[in-house]
């Protein structure tokens, strides 16, 4: 098999393996190359913050906090502040493990995708050495590009606001801790509609951009000439 079919070969195997949900977007824990789920827990071994480091990180967390009570659909009475204050502390509990999550499936998904990246761009320079059109191609892997930038960037504030969530005082703020849940839970769906169109444009637009050029180089192959007599075997 040819260098340039071994990648040509890669890059829609990757295709294939993006557009499967269990593959990444399905994904809930790292995994080991065996496969062996590993324990995503790691010991804080980082500098505690110094009093200026605290003080810019909790202007930026009010200010956050802020924008997020701006948007808040649903009106927090009082009945509802006491609801929250008695629940949200054991709540910040579960955001933990659903931020363990998040943070585990971006990593998944930014290498599944980095690696389709990878030999996309490798077909590409290939194709261009044999003298082949790619500029359909590289407008596909351009727009697939683009499309994972927007959905890592949805997936850095969701983690974000998960960590908001966590690390806010819910019983003085419970408005603010219901705002901040009510933004995570919209930047979610916006995720999954992101994480849904990249998907399916990776596997149509761009999948078929790489089957285009792939035909393109069949053609360029030449045809098989019969070198047999007429008079066949004597």
Aim: with cysteine; net charge positive; hydrophobic share 35%.
């Amino acid at each position: 098999m040819s260098k340039l079919k071994q990648i040509m070969t890669g890059a829609l195997g990757s295709v294939l393996l993006f557009a499967t949900p269990a593959a990444v977007l399905a994904e809930t824990t790292t995994t080991t190359d065996s496969g062996t789920p590993t324990d995503t827990t790691q010991t804080d071994t980082t500098k505690p913050p110094t009093a200026e480091e605290a003080a810019r990180k909790a202007a930026e967390l009010k200010k956050r906090l802020e924008e997020n009570k701006a948007k808040l659909k649903t009106k927090v009475d009082e009945a509802a502040k006491k609801r929250i204050i008695a629940k949200c502390k054991p709540a910040q509990n579960i955001v933990k493990g659903a931020e363990t999550s998040a943070n585990a499936i971006s990593t998944n998904r930014g290498k599944a995708y980095a690696k389709i990246s990878e030999r996309v761009q490798a077909l590409i320079d290939k194709l261009k050495t044999a003298g082949i059109d790619t500029t359909e191609l590289e407008a596909a892997h351009l727009t697939a590009k683009t499309k994972a930038e927007t959905l890592s960037a949805s997936m850095k504030a969701y983690e974000q606001t998960l960590a908001d969530l966590r690390g806010m005082d819910c019983v003085t703020d419970p408005t603010g801790f219901a705002a901040t849940l009510e933004t995570a839970r919209a930047q979610r769906e916006t995720i999954k509609t992101q994480a849904n169109d990249l998907r399916t444009y990776i596997s149509t637009t761009l999948k078929a951009a790489i089957q285009k050029v792939k035909a393109a180089l069949e053609a360029q192959k030449p045809e098989s000439t019969d070198t047999t007599t007429g008079g066949g075997t004597q």
